[in-house]
C-alpha cells in the first residue's frame, strides 16, 4: 500500500495537502508582539501580551498538530494568538522538522530543543519559571507528551508546571482499541490514516500499513507486557456502547516487527513510559472527542496518570470530532463545540 502511494504521487499528495493546510497570513494584532526566532536552530514564533504585567506572566510551548506530516506557524497563528490573548500568557509556537522528510526521533528532538532553550531563557521573556506549561493537539499533543516525560527527571531546568494534551494520539500499538472501531470513517481522522501517519513519521514510508493496522507488528510477550495499559479493559464501559466487537487475535509477523520495532519508544508511543516516569509528571489537561479515533488514547493515558497520582483535568467534547480545535473559527466557519473545548483550555491555563 505504501509503495501504490509512492506510485501515485504520494509526495504530491503530501505537498498538495500542506499548501492547503497552510493558514492565511494575518495582519499584526493590536494586543501582541509577534516575532519570529530561533531556540538552538529550531525556528519558532513568540506572541507576548503588550499590555503591562504586575508580574512574571505564564509560558505556554505549543507543538501544532498534522500527523507529524503537515501543519506549520501561520497554520496555528489563530489558535497561538487566541491562547495568548485570553490567558494573558507568552506564547512559543515551534515549527519542527515534518516527515517523512525527517524521520522520528526529528519532531521530537526539535520540540524538547525548543523546550529546553526557552526553559534557560525564561527571564528575557518576563516569564514565571513555576508557570511554563507544555500544549499540543494530535501529533502535537504526542510531542507534549513525549517532552513532558523527557523533563519529568530534569534537576537542571525548571519543572513544568503542566502539560495540557489535546486529542492526542499516544500509542501505535493497537489500531483497533473502541474509539477505532466506532470512528474508523469519520473525518478529520480515518483510522487509516492515523496508522499512515505514524508510520511516516516512523519510517519515512507506510510499508506494512496493513499488517500494522491488523496487529501484525508486535511480538506476542510484547503485546502482553503492555495490556496492563493498552486494553479496552482500562475504557470505561460508556465509551463501548456502540459498534465495539472483541477482535480475534491476529499472527505476529517478525519481519513487519522488524521495520517499525522503534514504535514501542515512550518518545513516540508515551502511553508506553514506565510508572516510574509517569507518576513524576506535572498536572494535566486532556480533551477528548466522542468522534475521534484518537479518543481512546486520551482516555487511556487519564487512567495512567490518575493510577500514579497525577492531577488531572478531563474534558470530553460529546459533539466533539478530530481537529476540532483549529476550526474554531476557520474560513468563516465556526465550530461552537471547537471555541468550548478552547476556552475550557484557557480556563485551566488561568488556574495555574
Not at 510551548?61 to 497554520?75: E, R
Not at 524538547?112 to 516569564?127: C, D, E, I, K
Not at 525548571?158 to 502539560?163: E, F, K
Amino acid at each position: 500500500q505504501g509503495r501504490i502511494l509512492e506510485k501515485t504521487g504520494l509526495c504530491s499528495q503530501i505537498t498538495f495537502g500542506r499548501y492547503v493546510r497552510q493558514g492565511r497570513k494575518l495582519g499584526l494584532d493590536p494586543k501582541l508582539f509577534i516575532q519570529d526566532l530561533h531556540f538552538n536552530e529550531v525556528p519558532v514564533r513568540v506572541y507576548q501580551p503588550k499590555a503591562t504585567s504586575d508580574g512574571p506572566r505564564r509560558g505556554i510551548l505549543f507543538f501544532h498538530g498534522g500527523g507529524w506530516v503537515f501543519g506549520s506557524l501561520d497554520t496555528y497563528e489563530k489558535v497561538c494568538r487566541y491562547l495568548s490573548r485570553e490567558s494573558d500568557s507568552v506564547v512559543v509556537s515551534v515549527q519542527y522538522r515534518l516527515a517523512p522528510e525527517h524521520k522520528y526521533p526529528a519532531a521530537y528532538e526539535d520540540c524538547l530543543s525548543a523546550t529546553r532553550h526557552f526553559l534557560q531563557h525564561l527571564q528575557l521573556y518576563g516569564v514565571d519559571p513555576a508557570r511554563v506549561t507544555v500544549c499540543g493537539d494530535s501529533a502535537g499533543g504526542n510531542l507534549a507528551a513525549a517532552v513532558s516525560q523527557s523533563l519529568a527527571g530534569t534537576s537542571d531546568l525548571p519543572r513544568l508546571r503542566a502539560q495540557i494534551l489535546i486529542y492526542p494520539g499516544l500509542q501505535a500499538l493497537d489500531f483497533n482499541l473502541p474509539s477505532y472501531q466506532q470512528n474508523r470513517g469519520v473525518p478529520l481522522l480515518f483510522r487509516e490514516r492515523a496508522a499512515f501517519f505514524a508510520l511516516l513519521y516512523l519510517n519515512g514510508d507506510a510499508l506494512h500499513m496493513q499488517e500494522v493496522l491488523e496487529g501484525s507488528h508486535i511480538p506476542p510477550d510484547m503485546r502482553l507486557k503492555y495490556r496492563k495499559w493498552v486494553s479496552p479493559d482500562n475504557i470505561p464501559e460508556e465509551f463501548k456502547v456502540r459498534g465495539v466487537k472483541p477482535l480475534g487475535s491476529t499472527d505476529f509477523i517478525a519481519e513487519v516487527y522488524e521495520t517499525v520495532k522503534r514504535i514501542c519508544e515512550p518518545n513516540l508511543c508515551p502511553l508506553l513510559a514506565e510508572d516510574s516516569v509517569v507518576h513524576q509528571l506535572p498536572e494535566t489537561f486532556i480533551l477528548t472527542c466522542e468522534y475521534d479515533v484518537l479518543r481512546d488514547d486520551g482516555l487511556l493515558y487519564k487512567k495512567r496518570l490518575e493510577d500514579n497520582g497525577v492531577p488531572v483535568t478531563w474534558y470530553h467534547l460529546q459533539d466533539g470530532f478530530h481537529g476540532i480545535i483549529s476550526l474554531y473559527d476557520y474560513c468563516g466557519f465556526s465550530f461552537p463545540s471547537g471555541k468550548r473545548g478552547l476556552d475550557r483550555v484557557v480556563n485551566f491555563l488561568k488556574s495555574l
